[in-house]
């Protein structure tokens, strides 16, 4: 009998499952469970194992949009409190492994390939070297992949989403201040998010059509709001220098990877406009920032692979 693992994206609306034989990162039952179904994530895991007529597995994998420090464990964008024990307990697994869902993606990196990823510049490493995983969406997620000298891969979390949004212009300038509450620091994903996408928006309409950030987004893709297609022009060019800020304090010679729901709806402009000279502008270290690949990864469910990496490495 085929031995399986459970895989889980865990996020604040919804949880996402698959099964995978240990060892591989083929994926497969993929399923989608609305998070207002249930009334916690032990719940979640058992209706979906149930559901799948799965009585025992070898492991789990569970990644979820949460620090993982300390004994119980919660989701920043839902009131559900767990434990790594009450959690394998319930995917009936022998063996289980709890992520922060960009640890999860950060180890799905070297398992990424083809149509999973859109390369935007850059060249291809010939060897293994440190990459970058960032994810604007909710937040502002952000963690590193280094290569280990007797081979594998270390995932080292980040808090890209914290730090002071990178202004370069006058006009920038007034818009952060426009968009900042006296005495309350203004940070990068105060702006590089969905909900900063519609802050930004709001802060430079006369008359603010749009009500919500896909609104937002479609109307300055479809060039139908001239204040929407400035927000998501800054919104470019922020996100690119961020992240060519973290490339270059990180080396990440291995590639800078974009996660989340809103890069793969911007790619074409990604591609077109201005993010990869704003990504690159590093002065006289511009040189070390052109062969550094960007990817905008297009697979929908990168976490899995991450956590079917995890699953391979447990003992």
């Known amino acids: 009998m085929t031995e399986l693992a459970l895989v889980g994206d865990i996020g604040g609306t919804n949880s996402r499952f698959g099964l995978v034989e240990p060892g ?8 989608v469970l609305k998070n207002n179904n249930f009334g916690s994530l032990e719940e979640s895991i058992g209706a979906y194992v149930k559901m799948q007529g799965v009585s025992d597995l070898t492991a789990a ?34 063996k289980f492994r709890l992520l922060n869902d960009f640890e999860a993606l950060a180890l799905s990196l070297p398992h990424l ?3 999973d990823v859109v390369q ?20 502002l997620g952000m963690a590193t992949l280094a290569p280990l000298p007797t081979g594998g891969w270390m995932a080292l ?12 212009t006058r006009e920038e300038f007034d818009w952060r201040s426009n968009m900042t509450k006296p005495g309350v620091p203004f940070e990068s994903e105060d702006a590089i998010t969905g909900g900063g996408l519609l802050l930004m928006y ?30 998501l022009d800054q919104f470019i060019t922020w996100l690119a220098r961020i992240a060519g800020d973290a490339a270059m304090t990180m080396q990440a ?11 793969p709806s911007i790619v074409e402009k990604l591609k077109t406009g201005s993010f990869r000279t704003v990504f690159q502008e590093k002065g006289r270290l511009a040189h070390v920032m052109r ?5 905008v990864i297009v697979d929908k469910f990168p976490a899995f692979k991450g956590c079917a990496a995890a699953i391979a490495d447990l003992r």
Not at 157 to 168: F, N, Q, S
Not at 257 to 262: H, P, Q, V
């Open 24 to 31: 591989s990162t083929r994926i497969r039952r993929v399923e």
């Open 61 to 94: 994998a569970i990644a979820v949009a949460g620090p993982i420090e300390g004994e119980t464990v919660g989701l920043t964008n839902r009131d559900w409190t767990f434990t790594r024990e009450s959690l394998r307990k319930a995917a009936l697994a022998h």
């Open 113 to 115: 390939e083809g149509d």
């Open 120 to 139: 935007i510049g850059g060249e291809t490493p010939a060897r293994p070297a440190v990459k970058i995983v960032m994810g604007p969406g909710t937040g």
């Open 157 to 168: 979390p980040g808090e890209v989403g914290h730090i002071t949004l990178p202004v370069a």
């Open 202 to 231: 709001r802060t430079i309409a006369d008359k603010p059509a749009q009500q919500t950030p896909e609104e937002v987004l479609q109307a300055a893709l479809a060039g139908t709001d001239a204040a929407a297609v400035k927000t």
């Open 253 to 263: 010679r291995g590639g800078v990877y974009l996660a989340g729901g809103i890069a």
């Open 291 to 295: 062969p550094i690949p960007v990817y």
